[in-house]
T-cell receptor, first 122, second 110 residues
């Protein structure tokens, strides 16, 4: 059981280039999300998915696209990289989405995070 | 908009002492809170959570206290160890997503 995996760990892009950050989980979690983490700021939600085929925007979605064709994978695409997208990106999954009434045990909203991808756009 | 913040960006404690990390939240409708620990170069790791119908919850060496009157959350770590050195985040459930605070760095010195 690998948990949440992310690739690559490090990436340098030039302005205007495109790339896809990969995220996979083997816990059969329905809920997956992407965050970015910048110095002095908390984790900010980019996009999230409550199940295969369903995605929605988070707090900072501009410049990013996602898709969820399978339960396991949730890739994040940068269509035209900009220096403002220099950040550390984290993918997370959980067994239940943050929305709606409480379900399951006390820690049912626990999100499992991947190790992160450090992206630099020059 | 609503936000989650922390009072102290850095907390230094001596090994063996107790640590208290504080968090203020502004959304009075938030019904669930989580504390995460993030070590350097790693993703956040779940520590403990609490629902708004509780005011205290204990785990192994950690206790979370929730004061809804003043919208304040705290994480207490007993007998702080060098391995506790990390950045600690609080987060609140805001309708359909988790909103994270900026984090407090805990430094443990011998």
């Amino acid at each position: 059981n690998a948990g949440v995996t992310q690739t690559p760990k490090f990436q340098v892009l030039k302005t205007g280039q495109s790339m896809t950050l990969q995220c996979a989980q083997d816990m059969n979690h329905e809920y997956m999300s992407w965050y970015r983490q910048d110095p002095g700021m908390g984790l900010r939600l980019i996009h999230y998915s409550v199940g295969a085929g369903i995605t929605d925007q988070g707090e900072v979605p501009n410049g990013y696209n996602v898709s969820r064709s399978t339960t396991e994978d949730f890739p994040l695409r940068l269509l035209s990289a900009a220096p403002s997208q220099t950040s550390v990106y984290f993918c997370a999954s959980s067994s239940t989405p943050a929305a709606g009434p409480f379900r399951g045990g006390p820690s049912s909203y626990e999100q499992y995070f991947g190790p992160g991808t450090r992206l630099t756009v020059t | 908009g609503e936000s989650v913040g922390l009072h102290l960006p850095t907390l230094s404690v001596q090994e063996g002492d107790n640590s208290i990390i504080n968090c203020a939240y502004s959304n009075s409708a938030s019904d669930y809170f989580i504390w995460y620990k993030q070590e350097s170069g790693k993703g956040p790791q779940f520590i403990i959570d609490i629902r708004s119908n509780m005011d205290k919850r204990q785990g192994q060496r950690v206790t979370v206290l929730l004061n809804k009157t003043v919208k304040h959350l705290s994480l207490q770590i007993a007998a702080t160890q060098p391995g506790d050195s990390a950045v600690y985040f609080c987060a609140e459930r805001d309708t359909d997503k988790l909103i994270f605070g900026t984090g407090t760095r805990l430094q443990v010195f011998p």
